[in-house]
């Protein structure tokens, strides 16, 4: 089985950019698709980039997914940030027998 | 609109039993993989269970394998999961989750139902 790591928290101001990464343990990042949710406290996960890169209809495109296969990680990056932003974000793929969530980024805008 | 409403959490002992429903609607049921996803208080996502469309293929997490059973029923819209010789680690907020057949990717989740396991 394979692990996704993700940097525990990450702080921004408004109006920047921000990046949040997750690393596959072993196998190719490339291999299978990635997948960001966002989770706001006391709410559901929610999709905000799926197959790596696309938007679900009504996320803005200051969302944007990439993966890069020399670090083997994957990234979600969120730019013009907005207090609403605020929450917290779960990478997540998968491989032949299992599905596979990071541990999750609290992202802090202030 | 899609709604996926869980029902069943509730306070169990440890080894006990509970099974958890999940009602959906606003989407052709059985035409789509569904998946539960657990949430323990403070912690990240984990992954439980899924079960194909027509319920021929199913998938369990090593921490549950061999304890709980996913199955749905295709005419009634529902999806369940028996869970048995529950474990203290079993706490979480359980949810039912479609799935975007064929791809692993969950694209609609349900609010959660609260399992507890306490003596």
């Known amino acids: 089985n394979f692990m996704l790591t993700q940097p525990h928290s990450v702080s921004e101001s408004p109006g920047k950019t921000v990046t949040i990464s997750c690393t596959r343990s072993?196998?190719?990042?490339?291999?299978?698709?990635v997948q960001w949710y966002q989770q706001r406290p006391g709410s559901a996960p929610t999709t905000v980039i799926y197959?790596?890169?696309?938007?679900p209809s009504g996320v803005p495109d200051r969302f944007s997914g990439s993966i890069d296969s020399s670090s083997n990680s994957a990234s979600l990056t969120i730019s013009g940030l907005k207090t609403e932003d605020e929450a917290d974000y779960y990478c997540?793929?998968?491989?032949?027998?299992?599905?596979?969530f990071g541990g999750g980024t609290k992202l802090t805008v202030l | 609109q899609v709604q996926l409403v869980e029902s069943g959490g509730g306070l169990v002992k440890p080894g006990g039993s509970l099974r958890l429903s999940c009602a959906a609607s606003?989407?052709?049921?059985?035409?789509?993989?569904m998946s539960w996803i657990r949430q323990a208080p403070g912690k990240g996502l984990e992954w439980v269970s899924y079960?194909?469309?027509?319920?021929?293929?199913?998938n369990y997490a090593d921490s549950v394998k061999g304890r709980f059973t996913i199955s749905r029923d295709n005419a009634k819209n529902s999806l369940y999961l028996q869970m048995n010789s529950l474990r203290a680690e079993d706490t979480a907020v359980y949810y039912c989750?479609?799935?975007?057949?064929?791809?692993?990717?969950?694209?609609?989740w349900g609010q959660g139902t609260l399992v507890t396991v306490s003596s």
């Open positions: 079960i194909s469309s027509s319920s021929s293929y199913t």
């Open positions: 072993s196998g190719s990042i490339a291999s299978n698709y």
């Open positions: 989750v479609k799935m975007a057949t064929p791809r692993i990717h969950f694209d609609y």
């Open positions: 606003g989407f052709t049921f059985s035409d789509y993989y």
């Open positions: 997540q793929s998968y491989d032949s027998s299992n599905v596979v």
């Open positions: 197959e790596d890169n696309q938007r």
